[in-house]
């Protein structure tokens, strides 16, 4: 990985002063809904109108919601031009080397302010939620 992501994350971290996930998006002004969605999507970012939003399944426990705000965080900032979706890899525009990087910038936001054990995020990023 060319990106330092944990020296991002600790700079985000320490700009914004709080590790939730909530409190980075609200600083960074997106806006997170909440949504019905099918089991196999947890989330995804949209901007809509100059203005971006996370939509996260409203089904998922709270940890979870945290890991995949978190984890679309990662691709606001990390990713800011990437705009294609990715249903369990399933869209030929999906390049893994993107949702490594998201996952990990999640794992790491996630292991400043989250009690889960971070294998516990590992695997929910990378299985999907069942």
């Known amino acids: 990985m060319v990106r330092n992501i ?5 700079n985000l971290v320490n700009l914004v ?3 939730n996930p909530y409190d980075i998006a609200e600083y960074l002004n997106i806006k997170i ?7 196999h999507v ?5 901007q809509i109108l100059k203005r971006k939003f996370i939509f996260v399944n409203k089904d998922l426990c709270e940890w979870q ?7 679309e965080l990662g691709h606001i900032m990390l ?4 705009c294609h979706f990715c ?3 399933r869209s030929y525009y999906c390049t893994q080397k993107y949702e490594d ?3 990990f910038f999640s794992v790491e936001l996630c292991s400043y302010s989250m009690d889960s054990e971070e294998v516990f995020i590992k695997l929910f990023l990378k299985e999907g939620w069942k």
């Open 6 to 10: 944990p020296l991002r994350v600790r």
């Open 17 to 19: 002063g709080s590790s």
């Open 33 to 39: 809904k909440t949504e019905d969605m099918p089991k």
């Open 42 to 46: 947890n989330g995804f970012w949209k």
């Open 65 to 71: 919601q945290k890991a995949v705000i978190a984890h």
């Open 79 to 82: 990713h800011p031009y990437y």
């Open 87 to 89: 249903i369990d890899c």
């Open 101 to 103: 990087e998201a996952d």
